[in-house]
């Protein structure tokens, strides 16, 4: 069994057990395959097998892989079919091979005799089924109808790799061990089997597998850090309790152990105490440092521990410096942080904006106001409450500035700017100094006028300063532009066709042009244009000058240009066809005139430069589709003309349909759904020389098969819409043989008791007689059954046989043996004993019998209805007893008989002896010699 299934293994994964030279051969699903299987899924008994190719072959061997003796032939005849019968107490897989030495072939398939196969789990006795991690768990695999092509995969729920087995792991227990982590306190162990029988692998669960963990031990202080003098934290068991309403309620208790925190060489220590609920614990430390809890918390799977620590320090000591005056509005101020070192700091500068959070050193604040601010900062320790935090203050005045402002004009140019005027508008000053940005100063309210003579942006600012000492600045530009350079480009144009003309006018950077002005130079009306890149439509061949004036905001320049307008071609074509069905072709006659060049667009996404070009057009669409065809001409001056006309092409029906023909065994009824579109009318073939014309949306047609393998047929529909366009498709039809299973019988009729031999059927692989005459069904593919008549009349019997094929279509047919009365022979003999002679007297009393035989047992016969015989003793001694026999024959020849015995008693020999006297008055004796046996 090990060798088999290694060599079955090995079957599946290599692909030169079946050399290029070797035929297909049809598997037991009738399809023609390189390796066939053939599977039977009944399991055990008997498993009639059909061995068939559609090739011919040369001489062959067939080792079955059974033990049974190999098939051995000539030649094989295409879609013949060779028959084998396995024959199995239990499930098993079996080897074929075949061997063709003419075409180097050896090809290797496999039976199976199986059925599908039930997993199933049990826990072994004594086994566990909840455990604390890490525990190794038992599972016995219980699955039954287990064959050799059975896997078994086992998922134990813990996030492990499914683990796979072949069929020896059935009956197997295996261990799995379940380790810290990998379950959330349940799951359920999953057993998958699968062999070649079982369509849908089944499924065995195992549940609930309930693994339990200790538990996560926590503790939640009131706070985990304070500042001296307070000094009293409560702790509170915060433990997650691991898998209690699985049940792991066993054994929950707390321990707490609160340290040495008072110095005297021993911890404080509250025992074991059950929980929940929990009591919270309050302690009071004696003085400024580090605390250490432990909690210790049990449950059936152990102990875990959590250490806590808490800690008490000096609060801090906050401190501010202000810097010395006087500040400014609008001035920086730094102030000096003085606290204590390594805590977190906050800041309120005093404008309302609140306590913000800022690092360790000196912090910088703009004050765009004037007034008085209380600034504060807070040192403080996070976590630590009130009384780790510590605050302190410091007041400083900010005083008022002037206000420097002031006008230019002009304060823009083009190339330059001569006698800019400055006009002061401060308020609050006593003093003006001013930088113009074209490297002049001035210190006074008054300055005197600027000239800035070359291109640029300049900046002029103002400082002044206010009686108090604070000052203000002002600033203001002034620009002087750089005239753009009108400039622009234009290809000689065509008349009547659009003259494109393209702005390349320059400007400098940050300085765009922001109008255009054209003249075309042709005095139409429409010869101006604001765009920047028109374009002008010319009625006249000639040369014209065109003017382009652009702006940029401030500055402006002027370009005149020339361009020459050229004569116009004329497009025209014609085509043929105009309109028709999918794929259309159409041929163009080009008729233009004055043009060198063509370009066609056929408006299909195809192009062509041919000046008489042919195209084809398509429609993929629900509705006629019509192509715009356009034909661009143009002249050796690069003059166009386009003409376009129109090509209709209809639309073209899609044919489509569906079809239900239940696998099955012919006769199969196939429903043909016509889910066409577009059509009119319709032109079925249903691949089986019938055919059908039919408009509606279902059509139903029956195949038939009369060969003994699988038919396919090919149904194709053409549909055909109303302007004559044709569409088609095609399904196929798969039709198992129709199972037509006359049988013979040699004989049919005959005397009883009749033999009757049934040979097998072709076609036929599985079997099932009943021969009418209450005897048990028999399965074997060629039966020989006993038929008697025990009756005075011929008896017919009706012998039913329901055979399937290779493909599970069955048939049922009968034959009607007759089995002829058999004659009941009988007579009557008087006398049956007396004395030779004897005479007898025989009457005939048989039944059915059409002619009869005597025989008297002497050698002497008789054929008549009666007669009438005389028996003689020849034996003077003995008695004789004679057979005599009379036989019946029907007028179907049957015949019976009888025998009857009659005794006849030998004759008697009468005689004596007498002594003859000599002398008279002599007595005479008188001896009796006479004899006969008494036998």
């Avoid at 309210?445 to 600027?450: A, L, V």
């Avoid at 066609?600 to 065809?629: H, K, M, Q, R």
């Avoid at 696998?663 to 691949?687: E, K, L, R």
Wanted: proline content about 7%; charged content about 10%.
């Amino acid at each position: 069994m090990l060798k088999r299934t290694l060599y079955i293994f090995l079957l599946l994964i290599s692909s030169k057990l079946v050399t290029a030279q070797c035929p297909q051969i049809y598997d037991y699903l009738g399809n023609l395959v390189n390796r066939p299987y053939f599977i039977d899924c009944q399991g055990t008994g008997t498993y009639n097998m059909n061995f068939a190719s559609s090739t011919n072959w040369g001489a062959y061997t067939i080792n079955w892989g059974d033990g049974t003796a190999n098939t051995v032939g000539g030649s094989y005849t295409a879609n013949s079919l060779i028959n084998h019968t396995y024959n199995s107490a239990t499930p098993d897989t079996f080897v074929i091979t075949l061997n063709i030495p003419s075409l180097g072939c050896t090809l290797t398939g496999i039976a199976v005799m199986e059925k599908p196969v039930n997993a199933s789990i049990q826990i072994p006795i004594g086994g566990i089924t909840t455990a604390c991690a890490p525990k190794a768990l038992l599972f016995t695999n219980s699955s039954t109808d287990v064959s050799e092509s059975t896997t078994f995969t086992w998922n134990f729920g813990d996030g492990t790799p499914p683990v796979t087995f072949n069929y020896t792991n059935a009956g197997q227990t295996i261990s799995h061990t379940y380790n810290p982590g990998t379950v959330n306190c349940q799951t359920a162990v999953t057993l998958t089997a699968d062999n070649y029988c079982t369509a849908i692998p089944t499924i065995a669960n195992f549940n609930p597998i309930q693994i339990y963990d200790i538990d996560d031990a926590a503790i939640t202080p009131s706070a985990f850090i304070k500042c001296w003098p307070d000094n009293v934290f409560t702790y509170t068991n915060t433990t997650n309790r691991n898998c209690v309403p699985q049940g792991n309620t066993f054994q929950r208790q707390e321990r707490w152990n609160l340290g040495d925190y008072w110095g005297l060489g021993h911890d404080s220590i509250v025992g074991w105490r059950p929980w929940p609920p929990t009591s919270p614990l309050t302690v009071a430390y004696p003085s400024v440092g580090t605390y250490t809890v432990m909690l210790e918390d049990s449950n059936l799977c152990g102990v875990d521990i959590q250490v806590q620590s808490v800690t008490i320090v000096n609060p801090p000591t906050a401190g501010v410096i202000a810097p010395a005056g006087p500040f400014c509005q609008g001035s920086a101020v730094t102030f000096t942080n003085t606290s204590s070192t390594g805590y977190l700091y906050k800041w309120n500068f005093g404008t309302g904006g609140g306590f913000v959070s800022r690092p360790f050193g000196p912090q910088t604040f703009t004050y765009n106001a004037s007034g008085t601010f209380t600034i504060a900062v807070v040192a403080l320790i996070g976590g630590g409450g009130a009384s780790c935090t510590d605050t302190d203050k410091v007041v400083i005045t900010i005083l008022p500035r002037p206000n420097a402002d002031f006008t230019v004009t002009p304060n823009k140019g083009c190339t330059s700017i001569t006698g800019a005027i400055f006009t002061d508008q401060s308020s609050s000053a006593i003093s003006w100094n001013w930088n113009f940005g074209n490297g002049n100063t001035f210190n006074g309210q008054f300055p005197p006028p600027q000239n800035y003579n070359t291109i640029g942006n300049f900046v002029a600012t103002l400082t002044v300063t206010a009686l108090n000492t604070c000052i203000h600045t002002f600033t203001a530009p002034i620009n002087v532009y750089q005239i753009p350079t009108a400039a622009f480009s234009a290809a000689n144009a065509c008349v009547l066709s659009p003259a494109s003309f393209t702005d390349i006018s320059t400007h400098a950077p940050g300085d765009p042009i922001v109008s255009w002005s054209w003249n075309f130079g042709d005095a139409s009306p429409t010869a101006t244009a604001s765009v920047q890149n028109p374009s002008h439509t010319y009625t006249t061949q000639n040369t014209y000058t065109v003017e382009l004036i652009v702006n940029t905001a401030n500055c402006t320049d002027t370009v005149l240009q020339t361009i020459n307008i050229n004569v116009k071609p004329i497009a025209d074509f014609t085509l043929t066809p105009i309109n028709g069905c999918p794929t259309l072709t159409v041929n163009f006659t080009n008729t233009s005139i004055s043009a060198t060049s063509y370009t066609w667009n056929f408006g299909n996404g195809n192009t062509s430069t041919a000046t008489d070009p042919i195209e084809s057009f398509t429609n993929t669409t629900a509705s006629n589709l019509v192509y715009t065809v356009n034909l661009v001409a143009s002249t050796a001056a690069g003059c166009t003309d386009t003409h376009t006309s129109t090509v209709t092409v209809f639309t073209k029906p899609s044919a489509s349909f569906t079809v239900s023909a239940p696998a099955g065994c012919s006769p199969v009824a196939a429903t043909f759904t016509n889910n066409s579109v577009g059509a009119t009318s319709y032109n079925w073939d249903f691949g089986d020389l019938s055919s059908s014309t039919a408009t509606t949306s279902v059509v139903s047609h029956t195949y038939m098969n009369t060969t003994l393998l699988i038919q396919t047929f090919t149904a194709q529909l053409i549909a055909t819409s109303s302007n004559g366009c044709k569409d088609s498709t095609s399904l196929t039809v798969t039709i198992y043989p129709r199972p037509i299973f006359n049988f013979t019988m040699i004989p049919s009729s005959g005397c009883s008791p009749l033999s009757v031999n049934f040979p097998p059927v072709l076609g036929a692989v599985t079997y099932e007689w009943d021969f009418g005459d209450g005897s048990p069904l028999n399965f074997s593919p060629n039966p020989t059954h006993v038929f008697t008549n025990t009756t005075t009349v011929d008896q017919t019997y009706t012998v039913q046989l329901i055979a399937s094929n290779a493909f599970s279509c069955a048939d049922t047919t009968y034959g009607y043996p007759v089995v002829f009365a058999k004659p009941q022979a009988n007579f009557v003999v008087t006398p049956t004993v007396g004395c030779s002679p004897l005479a007898t007297t025989f009457t005939n009393t048989s039944i059915a019998g059409s002619t009869y035989l005597w025989k008297f047992g002497d050698g002497n016969t008789a054929i008549t209805n009666n007669t009438n015989h005389t028996y003689t003793n020849l034996s003077n001694v003995n008695n004789q007893t004679f057979t005599c026999t009379l036989v019946a024959t029907s007028a179907n020849g049957c015949k019976d008989s009888l025998d009857k015995f009659v005794l006849v008693h030998f004759k008697p020999f009468a005689n004596f002896a007498l002594d003859t006297p000599r002398c008279v008055s002599k007595t005479i004796t008188f001896t009796n010699t006479s004899w006969f046996n008494y036998g």
